[in-house]
């Protein structure tokens, strides 16, 4: 059987395929009729696509367990608007013959790259000595660090792919920023964004340990028996507890709360929901930025072209529904040139607001250091531009 490679992205209908991919899940299962058929998942970098045999079920499974690589032949076929293959022969293939990276998915920036910007955020942004002190010790550690950078962020639905948690954070860190000094400045005394950045930096550290990534995602003993939020806050813990000078006892169970609340609700996996504005703050932050990563999902062939479906993407469970792209063309949308990026309360492309002022209130000074004005971040500080290396 060949073993050339073939990406699931490159598919198309009705094609011949013999290709090598890595078996993330299988099973037997029965047709209405009772006859066994084989259920499988394949995986590489750019995807996965659910195969199918009808025949020769029980033969073919003996052949190849879940993370082994494996030769298939069969073709491709859509199904409710998704690709899938038929197969009729497949081979297990020994691991030396493949490179890893071909059946992977990851992040489309290097790891170590978004672990860089996301350190130089903290040291930049970071006005709390105590809270840098104890993120450094976090993320000093090495194996700590190295798991962090190749974790995925979910086993579906969002930032499944390897770097897909540090992803999601240095994206959650960028926005989580500027909404904090937005309330800072709004309600002056209400929200600390340190703790907000912290917040982010430790919400979903616990699915290293939660999650199985050596090859195809899935969760561990662990993680299925305790889980990352509970996890979680027992490093916050841990890590607190090998500090010389001792951190601030207030200061810890403010850091647990942020890891205990952050799904927001107890029916979906939080023990105590949000008491404090940064753990509210810190709550949407997590649903915007893995939301918009699943409409990216989602949206992506339509946005790059590589779909032609009238603007609508498939059924998404996650999502509730379809999603649509209203593709831009050359000359802008609705007689707009380019993004138009919302700078003053009034001026091209954007409404007048004929409503009355309100009336003017004096702004209280703030109270404490929790409200002190941001430090402007250094000229040095890499940033600026997202996801820039």
Not at 62 to 84: C, E, H, M, N, T
Not at 103 to 110: L, Q
Request: net charge negative.
């Amino acid at each position: 059987m060949a073993r050339s490679k073939v990406y699931i992205a490159d598919l198309e209908d009705n094609a011949v395929v013999e290709s090598t991919f890595l078996l993330a899940a299988k099973s037997i299962r029965e047709t209405r009729s009772g006859d066994p058929y084989l259920s499988m998942t394949l995986q590489d970098r750019s995807g996965t696509i659910e195969v199918r045999a009808w025949d020769n079920a029980l033969m073919l499974d003996k052949r190849a367990d879940i993370d082994d690589f494996v030769a298939i032949r069969g073709r491709v076929s859509s199904y409710r608007d998704k690709l899938q293959i038929t197969i009729t022969d497949m081979e297990r293939i020994d691991d030396a013959s493949v490179d890893l990276a071909d059946y992977m998915p990851h992040s489309r920036w290097s790891a170590d790259g978004l672990f860089e910007q996301l350190r130089s955020l903290l040291t930049h942004q970071i006005q709390s000595p105590e809270v840098l002190r104890f993120l450094n010790a976090l993320l000093d550690d090495p194996d700590f660090a190295r798991r962090y950078k190749q974790a995925p962020a979910a086993v579906t639905n969002h930032h499944n792919f390897l770097g897909g948690l540090l992803e999601h954070t240095l994206s959650m860190a960028r926005l989580g920023l500027q909404m904090a000094r937005h309330y800072q400045a709004y309600y002056p005394g209400l929200v600390d964004s340190d703790l907000v950045i912290a917040g982010v930096v430790l919400h979903d550290m616990g699915k290293v340990e939660e999650l199985s990534y050596r090859r195809s995602f899935d969760y561990t003993t662990e993680g299925r028996m305790v889980g990352h939020i509970a996890r979680g806050a027992e490093i916050v813990g841990q890590v607190a507890a090998a500090l010389t000078p001792e951190l601030d006892p207030d200061l810890v169970t403010h850091l647990k709360h942020l890891v205990l609340s952050h799904h927001g609700r107890m029916e979906y996996g939080s023990p105590v929901t949000p008491r404090t504005a940064e753990a509210m703050l810190l709550h949407f932050l997590d649903m915007i930025d893995s939301r918009m990563n699943m409409c990216w999902n989602a949206c992506e062939p339509l946005v790059s072209g590589a779909s032609a479906s009238g603007g609508w993407s498939d059924y998404r469970r996650a999502l509730e529904g379809f999603m649509f792209v209203q593709p831009a063309p050359a000359g802008g949308r609705w007689g707009q040139e380019g993004r138009v990026m919302l700078q003053d309360t009034e001026g091209p492309g954007l409404a007048t607001n004929t409503s009355p002022e309100p009336e003017a209130r004096p702004v209280a000074e703030p109270s404490s250091a929790r409200a002190a004005e941001p430090r402007t971040p250094r000229p040095e500080d890499k940033n600026l531009s997202l996801f820039g290396e």
